[in-house]
């Protein structure tokens, strides 16, 4: 196979569906980043990823062409990757499981490992070229990594019962099923497109879908939808059913090791008056039912959702950054000490929305120094963001609201050679960290922080920074406005107008030794990536985070 960087010149990584939804919706730019980040092989970050999960999210099609989703289970280390290009998964589905006996040589299957704990997830879609006993052997079409969005942090065990396999086929949602997914919070999606010819983006997709309990509404019996919100903007779930209009649903009880199978007909509300209903979604995706698989016990695999609270949390300030970001300071209700969180962790929240009556989750980096006795978010305002509109708006000091402890595992990792923290936007807040966390260890290291905005009036933390590195010899900025207003003065408060770029990094740091920490949208990433990897820097010596 050739690699990324070539096939990309000529061959889109989206097929026509894909493109249509991304045009449908105004994301017109997706497939000049994503080229570099929708691969033909497994980064080893991926690699090492998937051989690090007890379980992984398959999706293939039945001998009827239909599509489902599954689970695969195993130890750790029953995923294998003896190259960049394949794995071997040594499981296969449950007796009596939707796709037993499919998931044969040459079938289109699409793979999602998913780390509930810390909410990384990965995609890789593909072909099995084996299917034995033993497992599966399975070669890379396309591999790309996902943004934590809508992920609840859940820890796993693993039950002494061997799975009992039951499995019950029908038509019709029971009560029971209905109400199971009524109070999901998490499912998965089959889906795929066959088009003519050979082409990367043909083939199977597996992909999850997060929200509130309560967020995939029951029609009937044979009908449920859900709202479909902003993501990565590949649109290849949605791209997929707009051409071949079916899917494959996949509810897991966590609690029971159970599994929920659907399949049917898809179909996508773009502008109905249904979808003003929701605030924020930008469409939503309806599934009639036409089978129905319970399998009850089926893993031995259990999940509880990670309960370890902060405690109640009450806002002690909150302060205007720029023009379309504000911090929010927190400290314990009841004035005991705070876990300590690491430089570039988040925090999980829950928050009281009047507007729609209930509780939602959203995870928030931490933007201070990691040894305060207070916490503090930086938050974003988007334009129809619910979340973010309540938090500018509508909470005041000494609001209260609910907080697990912090995590992630986008931190500072031990090395001698020198730090380049890059971010655009919003995305500054776990670089920032960082960066107080670096000047309070008096860490001796060159340190360059980089940061791309659009004008000054839209730059956080710029006085905060200044302060940071006054007089310090070792610490650098450079500040990149892509727009700056005529009030912004060049060499004052920005050193380049443009966008921060891999060229730009690689001339500012030639050491072949440094660590970057990149965060900031999707598609910032993904260039930067594909660009600094293109100029020799290896992929362990680059760090990111989505937001």
């Known amino acids: 196979m050739k690699p990324i960087d070539q096939m990309s010149r000529t061959v889109s990584p989206f097929h026509d569906g894909e493109r249509k939804v991304q045009e449908r919706l105004g994301d017109f730019d997706v497939e000049r980043w994503a080229r570099g980040a929708i691969r033909d092989f497994m980064p080893d970050q991926h690699?090492?990823?998937?051989?690090?999960?007890?379980?992984?999210?398959?999706?293939?099609?039945?001998?009827?062409?239909?599509?489902?989703?599954?689970?695969?289970?195993?130890?750790?280390?029953?995923?294998?990757?003896?190259?960049?290009?394949?794995?071997?998964?040594l499981s296969k589905p449950a007796a009596?499981?939707?796709?037993?006996?499919?998931?044969?040589?040459?079938?289109?299957i699409g793979l999602v490992g998913i780390e509930l704990a810390t909410r990384r997830r990965n995609r890789v879609n593909g072909r099995l070229v084996g299917a034995d006993d033993n497992g599966l052997r399975f070669t890379v079409g396309q591999s790309f990594g996902n943004c934590p969005q809508y992920i609840r942090s859940r820890d796993y065990w693993w039950s002494e019962k061997e799975p009992s396999g039951t499995t019950t086929r029908s038509k019709a949602l029971s009560a029971a099923q209905q109400n199971w997914i009524r109070n999901a919070d998490t499912f998965f999606i089959g889906s795929g497109y066959e088009g003519q010819g050979q082409n990367r983006s043909f083939g199977m997709d597996a992909s999850h879908r997060g929200g509130e309990r309560g967020f995939v509404e029951v029609v009937s019996e044979s009908r449920i939808r859900f709202p479909d919100y902003a993501g990565n903007k590949f649109y290849n779930t949605l791209g997929n059913i707009l051409l071949d209009g079916r899917a494959g649903f996949l509810f897991l009880d966590f609690s029971t090791g159970s599994l929920l199978q659907l399949t049917g007909k898809a179909s996508i509300d773009f502008d109905s008056e249904d979808v003003a209903r929701f605030p924020g979604a930008r469409q939503l995706v309806s599934l009639e039912i036409e089978e129905i698989v319970e399998l009850s016990g089926a893993l031995r695999l259990r999940w509880q959702e990670d309960g370890s609270t902060a405690r109640s949390l009450r806002l002690v300030d909150k302060i205007w950054e720029s023009a379309n970001v504000t911090s929010f300071v927190f400290e314990p209700r009841d004035g005991g000490p705070l876990p300590v969180h690491k430089a570039g962790q988040h925090l999980p929240v829950e928050i009281m929305i009047p507007q729609i009556d209930a509780k939602v989750q959203r995870t928030y980096s931490l933007s201070g120094p990691p040894n305060e006795s207070r916490y503090r978010i930086s938050v974003k305002r988007e334009a129809d963001g619910l979340v973010s509109g309540f938090l500018h708006d509508k909470l005041e000091v000494g609001a209260m609201l609910e907080a697990r402890k912090p995590a992630g595992d986008f931190v500072l990792q031990k090395g001698s050679g020198p730090i380049v923290l890059v971010s655009a936007g919003v995305g500054v807040t776990p670089v920032l960290s960082m960066l107080h966390q670096l000047i309070e260890e008096k860490d001796a290291r060159e340190i360059l922080f980089v940061h791309g905005a659009r004008d000054g009036d839209h730059h956080p933390f710029r006085s905060e920074v200044c302060e940071l590195v006054k007089g310090r010899a070792n610490i650098r900025t450079h500040i990149v406005y892509s727009r700056p207003h005529a009030e912004d003065l060049h060499g004052r408060d920005y050193q380049e107008k443009g966008r921060v770029s891999a060229d730009l990094l690689t001339g500012l740091v030639s050491n072949a030794d440094a660590d970057y920490y990149l965060c900031g949208p999707a598609g910032f990433l993904a260039e930067l990536k594909s660009g600094l990897e293109a100029r020799g820097v290896r992929e362990d010596k680059i760090h990111d985070e989505t937001f």
Not at 76 to 88: A, I, K, N, W, Y
């Open 47 to 89: 690699r090492n990823f998937f051989q690090d999960q007890p379980f992984m999210i398959v999706s293939a099609r039945d001998e009827k062409g239909r599509p489902w989703a599954t689970v695969l289970e195993g130890p750790v280390g029953f995923v294998r990757s003896p190259d960049p290009t394949s794995l071997e998964i």
């Open 96 to 108: 009596g499981d939707a796709l037993e006996g499919s998931l044969s040589t040459g079938a289109d």
